[in-house]
């Protein structure tokens, strides 16, 4: 059913002037407006297939690209957050693709554009230099300044999760009331202000149910931003919508479902479970000890030795956290180095390497990469996926030896505090690391998933290193991918 939609769909990949777009158009359309589809921060263009393959069955070009060092897109983004020079390369990467976009033989030369998050303030300044543009539509946008009432950006629909912050809602409403000549608290939910003919129509749609980022999936989001270009540009349509989001909810639970009979069919490593093997008595301290430590000792460190946002400071707090954690093992916990290898069978441990990892790549990496967002980094991003996969096995090879053969509950406890760990650093650090925000959830989806393939695997070869090695690979992947690259 992923497929399904995309049946009567053409999408070519291609670059322009290195930018990585995607151009998705109805096979055997006529000539339709072209919608510029642009990304948040930290997204890249795979996560707004949602809105472009909508768009494209319904008749539109959709053309969708990654920003300069986000998704494929290996130049990177220069200058920092809230500079002119940040917002001017995000700027000219959107007016080259819309330039494109307006030029392609299945175009008719209207412009439409579409940003979420960071991309609905780049739609702004965008409309603010260029004329050509006939409406907009802005997903959960942050906007960096304040709308007038001038009409700028022409024909804006604003689109909102239910969760989102109230702050840029607030904003949203601020923008209505310009054209409307209301107060902010006194802008309807689903009323259109101002005048379509004349370019100055606004309107407002909160999407029941979601938040910042399950607003791309929303049926709510997908069938507003199409009823708002059909009227702009007065067109009928099929109107289906995408909905791949129940459909990927079942997709990652039968991969959930095979792991488990999968995983018995690994050969046993070890003839006995290997492990630490400790009770809660002697695993509380060097569970505790490096959480609270790891940020502490790295607050003052400099951390920007990686080419992408915070990676440098995630690549040091995995391998501190997991080099204290191994101290503690062999100074506390008694735990000799020798007893990783003894009993353990050499081809066995690599015959299962090969095996979890060759299904985690087929069933996650490029299924996710495929449908959800950037999961397999690209050539540009080698050396940063290195360190992290090296920083992060330090810490998945210590917690596994720490957390198996031994009290009940252990696993799971050394994540949560993994967790706390990161967001005492983000205290310790607001202004350097607050984009450390946006990876928790996704680290804890990730803790979740890969635990569980994790304690099948171990529990079949009774060797913790197989799923450190597996994990390792797949966070230090998903962070590489997951944050911009900088100079």
């Given at each position: 059913m992923l497929f399904a939609a995309e049946r009567e769909i053409t999408i070519r990949h291609t670059r322009v002037d290195g930018i990585p777009v995607s151009v998705f158009t109805r096979r055997d359309a006529p000539p339709a407006p072209a919608v510029l589809i642009g990304h948040g921060f930290a997204g890249s263009r795979q996560l707004m297939q949602p809105f472009a393959i909508t768009l494209a069955q319904n008749g539109y070009v959709a053309v969708a690209f990654d920003f300069p060092g986000h998704g494929h897109n290996r130049n990177p983004l220069t200058g920092e957050l809230g500079e002119t020079e940040r917002a001017q390369v995000l700027l000219d990467a959107f007016r080259r693709v819309a330039r494109y976009a307006r030029e392609l033989p299945a175009s008719d030369g209207r412009l439409a554009t579409l940003g979420h998050s960071m991309a609905g303030d780049v739609l702004v300044r965008y409309a603010?230099?260029?004329?050509?543009?006939?409406?907009s539509i802005a997903v959960s946008p942050y906007l960096s300044r304040p709308l007038g009432a001038d009409g700028t950006p022409p024909n804006l629909l604003f689109v909102y999760g239910e969760y989102e912050p109230e702050m840029i809602m607030q904003?949203?409403?601020?923008?209505?009331?310009?054209?409307?000549?209301?107060?902010?608290?006194?802008?309807?939910?689903?009323?259109?202000y101002g005048n379509m003919a004349e370019g100055s129509a606004r309107r407002m749609v909160i999407a029941d149910g979601v938040e910042h980022i399950g607003v791309l999936y929303s049926s709510t989001s997908l069938r507003a931003a199409l009823d708002w270009l059909n009227q702009v540009y007065d067109r009928d349509s099929n109107g289906l919508v995408d909905?791949?989001?129940?459909?990927?909810?079942?997709?990652?639970?039968g991969i959930l479902l095979l792991t488990w009979p999968l995983s018995q069919l690994l050969p046993r490593i070890a003839q006995e479970p290997l492990g630490a093997r400790l009770g809660w008595r002697r695993l509380l301290p060097l569970v505790v000890v490096p959480a609270v430590l790891t940020p502490l000792?790295?607050?003052?460190?400099?951390?920007?030795?990686?080419?992408?946002?915070?990676?440098?400071?995630?690549?040091?707090?995995?391998?501190?956290?997991?080099?204290?954690?191994?101290?503690?093992?062999?100074?506390?916990?008694?735990?000799?180095?020798?007893?990783?290898?003894?009993?353990?069978?050499?081809?066995?441990?690599?015959?299962?390497?090969?095996c979890v990892g060759i299904y985690q790549t087929l069933a996650v990496a490029l299924p996710t990469d495929r449908?959800?967002?950037s999961f397999i980094p690209d050539g540009g991003r080698t050396v940063t996926m290195l360190v992290l996969f090296g920083a992060a096995l330090l810490w998945f090879a210590a917690d596994e030896w720490l957390t198996r053969g031994g009290a009940p509950g252990a696993y799971a406890l050394t994540k949560l505090l993994f967790l706390v760990s990161l967001m005492l650093a983000v205290a310790l650090n607001l202004n350097e690391l607050f984009f450390l925000v946006i990876i928790i959830p996704a680290i804890l989806i990730l803790f979740v998933l890969y635990g569980l393939f994790s304690t099948w695997i171990y529990n079949r070869t009774n060797y913790p290193l197989v799923a450190a090695v597996t994990n390792a690979l797949a966070f230090a992947s998903v962070i590489t991918v997951s944050f911009p690259m900088v100079e």
């Open positions: 603010d230099r260029e004329p050509e543009v006939d409406a904003q949203g409403r601020e923008a209505l009331a310009t054209v409307a000549a209301l107060a902010p608290a006194e802008i309807e939910l689903d009323t259109t909905a791949r989001g129940p459909w990927l909810g079942l997709f990652y639970a000792i790295l607050w003052p460190i400099p951390s920007d030795f990686l080419s992408i946002v915070i990676g440098d400071y995630i690549a040091l707090h995995f391998g501190l956290y997991g080099l204290l954690t191994l101290l503690l093992l062999v100074l506390v916990g008694h735990q000799q180095p020798a007893a990783l290898w003894q009993g353990v069978s050499a081809p066995a441990f690599v015959l299962a390497l090969l449908f959800v967002s």
